[in-house]
Structures are given as structure tokens and as C-alpha cells.
């Protein structure tokens, strides 16, 4: 991709075509592995987490869930982060990390906007973040492109 306006600073130019095809994949990743340590502090207490169990009983406790979602937050977070980061599978998995987010959102939103006051605004960034991954797919460096297959 070559730039179609005239740069302000034209040096930047060059550095800025250079680095686009790589933007998109650096965000997959990122928010891929971004999820990652908070699936494994929910599956196995890593990270400052409390494990399987005490994040069940945090789940039924205070958010009324039933405690086996931890698990299935847990898998979401950790091995779906993988698959996103990878790019595997990475529409569906997008939308069912976009979907999971999007429960976390209804969860915060008693809370505000802000998330310094544990709103809702992070969770609702990283949502659009992933959607944008379940609309475009992975791209050309995902493991999905290297198979060759995608849906």
C-alpha cells in the first residue's frame, strides 16, 4: 500500500508505506496475546489469579454466574488468544472472543464509561478491536494464509 496524499513530513513517508502491511497483523497479535495471561489467571491462578475454582466462586458470587463459565472464560481468554494471535480460525474465534467481550461489557456497564472507575470502556474497545478480526480475518501473515483456507 503506497501513500495517496502528500505526507506532512515527507520522510515519513516511506517509513509509513513500509511499516502499514504490518499494522494489522501487530494488532491481531497484540490483542490476541493480551487476552492470553487473564485466561491463564482464571485456568491456573497465574499472573496473580485465583485459579479455576475461586474464580468460579467469584463468578456465582458476585457477578450471579454459574462457576463452570470460568472455565469457559478462561478458555476463551487463553486459547482463543492463542488462536487469534496465531491467526487460526480467526473469524470465528474473533466472534466468540467478540461475544465473550461483549458479556464482560454488560457486566461493567452499572459502573460508567470509565474504566479507571471500573466501567465499561475497555472491554467495549477491545470488542470493536476483535470484531474488526471476525469481519477482515486474519491476513495475509496468519496461520489461516499460510493454509491457504479461511471462512
Do not use: C, N
Not at 81 to 86: Q, R, T
Not at 97 to 125: C, K, M, N, Q, R
Request: hydrophobic share 50%.
Amino acid at each position: 500500500m503506497t501513500t495517496t496524499t502528500k505526507p506532512y513530513i515527507p520522510a515519513v513517508g516511506s517509513l509509513t508505506d513500509a511499516l502499514a502491511p504490518l499494522a494489522e497483523p501487530a494488532l491481531r497479535v497484540a490483542a490476541g496475546l493480551i487476552l492470553v495471561p487473564h485466561g491463564a489467571q482464571k485456568l491456573f491462578g497465574w499472573f496473580g489469579g485465583y485459579g479455576l475454582e475461586a474464580t468460579g466462586a467469584f463468578f456465582q458470587t458476585s457477578l450471579g454466574l454459574p462457576p463452570s463459565l470460568a472455565l469457559v472464560a478462561g478458555l476463551i481468554e487463553f486459547v482463543g488468544g492463542l488462536m487469534l494471535a496465531l491467526g487460526v480460525l480467526t473469524r470465528p474465534v474473533a466472534l466468540v472472543i467478540a461475544g465473550f467481550l461483549a458479556v464482560t461489557i454488560s457486566i461493567h456497564l452499572g459502573s460508567g464509561f470509565f474504566w479507571s472507575d471500573g466501567g465499561f470502556e475497555y472491554p467495549l474497545l477491545w470488542t470493536i478491536v476483535v470484531a474488526t478480526f471476525a469481519i477482515r480475518g486474519g491476513g495475509r501473515y496468519s496461520v489461516d494464509a499460510r493454509l491457504g483456507r479461511e471462512f
